[in-house]
């Protein structure tokens, strides 16, 4: 969804854009855009709105503030918010009762005290806070420098200037206690503003600077994804994935976020089917579990005495097997249960789109016959003649 601004032009076809840099009017173009469904509805008689309101600063920073002057804000309206000290300027996101459904979301309570929006911001306002907004990666380069000299070991990722350009916000990551008390002195001789340090997780991080994942799309941290849970690598080995840091690993340097998201799926899946580490007991030897197929339903079992030997066999027959197990009896062979070898199921494998090779789009070479060889002469008139 986006605003009209960013449609594309009537003559060449390219995007027009609306060049606003983060500051849409109609806040369809920023990450972690909230949709007001409960825009068209009446209140009941006597029942006044809800006096607060959401608001967003920079990279999806979002607060709620109290509108105490009784002000008319509409989605995207810029206001003068309460700060300390001064103020701060940012754009509304969201008005009335749905204010107080994602407060309760977030486990706010709705009535406690909130800071105060001071005003709808004026020109001279937006101008500061423009003014303060292009110096935040000059400002961003010359900290990284000013704590690289000091040999501290963290990483400032980002700036945020207030509003009115008395306060910068320096967000940072590190793996230890940082003693900055020093690094602090120094931003404040060389910025002369108010200096706020504030430590971010390496997910937070990727999530203020955005970037697009091994997926192609945007990251979903910086888009939609607002709680981030723990991810395990044991989510890794229930989706049966290959333990490959480089693969699983997001822009963040943690295991991906989407490793999550069908984990409850597969979970209900191998309620059904027997784990790991089963063990089935033969006349010919025991047999452990190799690997198992969720979708197709079939586990791959290998003697002691020969693991490089597999073989498949349907949950189903495994769960014969354990049941004749459990009686203190063991089974002849696991070849008397095979329903298909590893050959046969290697073979149902059909390369449908022909990523067979990388070469396959590129153009055969002409074979050139005729170089380097020379056209004999023909000697048939001077051939002796057959009687």
């Known amino acids: 969804m986006a605003c009209t601004n960013c449609s594309t032009g009537a003559k060449d076809g390219t995007p027009k854009g609306c060049n606003n840099n983060g500051t849409c009017g109609t806040d369809s173009c920023n990450k972690l855009s909230v949709f007001d469904w409960l825009s068209n509805m009446t209140l009941p008689g006597g029942q006044e709105p809800f006096d ?31 700060a300390s000290p001064g103020h701060d300027i940012g754009i509304v996101t969201l008005t009335g009762e749905l204010v107080k459904i ?19 911001a004026s020109q001279r306002d937006i101008d500061i806070w ?9 400002v961003r380069m010359r900290a990284r420098e000013i704590a690289i000299n000091l040999k501290l070991e ?17 967000y940072y990551t590190a793996n230890d206690r940082v003693d900055f008390r020093q690094l602090i002195k120094e ?6 503003i108010r200096i706020e340090m504030k430590q971010v997780g390496f997910r937070q991080e990727a ?7 091994s997926c192609g799309r945007e990251l979903c941290c910086s888009t939609w994804l607002t709680d981030f849970r723990s991810v395990n690598t044991s989510a890794a080995r229930y989706q049966q994935l290959s333990l490959n840091p480089q693969k699983l690993a997001g822009q963040c340097g943690k295991l991906k976020c989407c490793l999550n998201y069908e984990l409850d799926t597969y979970l209900d899946a191998l309620k059904d089917m027997p784990d790991m580490d089963t063990k089935l007991y033969t006349e010919k030897g025991d047999a452990y579990c190799q690997k198992i197929d969720i979708f197709k339903e079939i586990m791959w079992f290998s003697y002691a005495n020969a693991p490089a030997h597999w073989l498949v066999l349907p949950v189903a027959k495994v769960k014969e097997i354990v049941a004749i197990n459990k009686k203190k009896e063991r089974v002849a062979a696991l070849e008397d249960y095979v329903v298909e070898t590893v050959q046969e199921v290697e073979k149902k494998f059909e390369n449908v789109v022909g990523q067979d090779s990388l070469t396959r789009f590129d153009q055969p070479k002409k074979k050139n016959n005729n170089k380097n060889k020379k056209r004999k002469p023909s000697n048939f008139k001077n051939a002796p003649k057959k009687d």
Request: proline share 1%; charged share 40%; hydrophobic share 35%.
């Open 52 to 82: 607060a309101a959401e608001i967003r600063f920079k990279n999806g920073r979002k607060e709620f503030f109290r509108n105490t002057e009784k002000l008319t804000l509409a989605i995207g309206d810029i206001v003068a918010t309460e």
């Open 102 to 120: 994602q407060m309760k979301k977030k486990g706010e309570n709705p009535d406690k005290e909130l800071a105060k929006i001071y005003r709808k």
């Open 130 to 138: 423009t003014e303060a907004r292009n110096k935040e990666e000059s």
């Open 154 to 170: 963290m990483k400032i990722s980002d700036v945020e200037f207030q509003g009115d350009g008395s306060k910068a916000t320096f």
């Open 187 to 192: 931003f404040a001789q060389e910025f002369k």
């Open 207 to 213: 999530a203020r600077l955005g970037g697009i994942g």
